[in-house]
């Protein structure tokens, strides 16, 4: 029953992000070119909602479907890693014009070609696994 | 039924966005796509090589299964909900991809692409060009995602809502490597 629900949202968020067209490699572009508010206005709506919402559940201890209380970690503190392979991952960001859930939802349009880019992602995440402790967090 | 089988306005868009991250953190999960490549890799037995693969990936199972959701629902969005009006892309930008040779959206079985076509071909993946783009391109967020300890979902919407400094240090992250790969980058490998 758990499972059903996660299903049920992952099947949500594939049809808000096609109708968004947040999954579209167009609207990436036309974002990095800062020609049109269209992937701001989504971002910066859901921030903007997401940052009362998640105020509303701290002041109320908003409690999950377990009825355990949400406690909200904080993120870490790795400016170095956060700035550094943020870098790495915009760079890629623009050349596919997909993040990781647009890449899953892509897949389910039925282009081919994103299947490569989600394998080449899972070695690149392979490779940071290896390399990690060399690199500065 | 427009909401059905029309593309949604921006601010409804971003709407529904924190409707999903609302669910599933009521869900007790929180909404994080790029640890999925984590899990998968765990999963696979990356364990053995590292210990960042190393611990029990079936506690994040249920991400596996959103994922598995989120391709049935582009199915369903791209197949059933489709439409086949055009997008209001900017012109500025339909204008600039034609500079470097990139097709605007079309019609393909009756259903707007949101992609070139043309370039997301398996054939373009032999070309230089595809290998930067895709096989590059895929590295590069796989590795820059887990790095950055997030991506758009983790950072940019949960960490920016949660006001988390590091997540707006990795959001100027992802702008200075797009801004680069547009205007820097890309008039070269679309030369190729």
């Known amino acids: 029953m758990k499972n059903l629900s996660y299903l049920f949202i992952g099947v949500l968020f594939g049809i808000v992000m096609t109708k968004s067209e947040a999954i579209s490699w167009y609207r990436i572009q036309e974002m990095f070119r800062f020609q049109h508010i269209h992937m701001y206005g989504i971002i910066g709506i859901a921030v903007i909602l997401g940052a009362l919402m998640h105020y509303w559940m701290k002041k109320n201890h908003f409690k999950n479907a377990a009825g355990e209380e949400v406690l909200f970690a904080d993120k870490p503190k790795n400016y170095i890693a956060a ?55 | 039924m427009d909401l059905l089988f029309q593309p949604w306005h921006w601010a409804f868009s971003g709407f529904m966005i924190v409707v999903v991250m609302f669910l599933l953190i009521y869900a007790g999960q929180k909404f994080g796509v790029s640890t999925s490549f984590q899990t998968m890799c765990s999963a696979a037995g990356g364990g053995r090589f590292s210990e960042y693969f190393n611990y029990d990936w079936k506690k994040q199972s249920w991400l596996l299964i959103f994922v598995l959701g989120s391709i049935i629902g582009g199915y369903l969005a791209s197949h059933v909900m489709a439409y086949p009006e055009s997008m209001a892309l900017s012109q500025s930008t339909i204008d600039d991809l034609a500079a470097l040779g990139v097709a605007p959206p ?38 820059g995602t887990r790095y950055a300890g997030g991506c758009t979902s983790g950072h940019a919407i949960t960490g920016l809502s949660n006001l988390q400094l590091p997540s707006l240090v990795a ?22």
């Not at chain 1, 899972?122 to 696994?129: D, E, H, I, N, R």
């Not at chain 2, 992609?115 to 783009?133: A, Q, V």
């Not at chain 2, 680069?180 to 008039?187: G, R």
């Open chain 2, 171 to 192: 959001v100027i992250g992802f702008f200075i490597g797009g801004l680069i790969t547009t205007h820097l980058l890309f008039p070269y490998i679309f030369s190729l």
């Open chain 1, 83 to 137: 700035l550094a392979g943020g870098s790495l991952f915009g760079l890629g960001w623009a050349m596919t014009g997909a993040c990781p859930g647009p890449l899953y939802v892509l897949l389910g349009h039925g282009y081919a070609v994103i299947a490569v880019i989600i394998l080449s992602a899972l070695v690149g995440t392979f490779t940071y696994g290896l390399v990690r402790k060399f690199l500065p967090h």
């Open chain 2, 106 to 143: 079309e019609l393909k079985n009756h259903s707007l692409s949101l992609l070139p076509l043309d370039l997301f071909s398996m054939e373009t993946l032999t070309d230089p060009k595809g290998l930067l783009l895709f096989v590059l391109g895929g590295f590069l967020i796989g590795f």
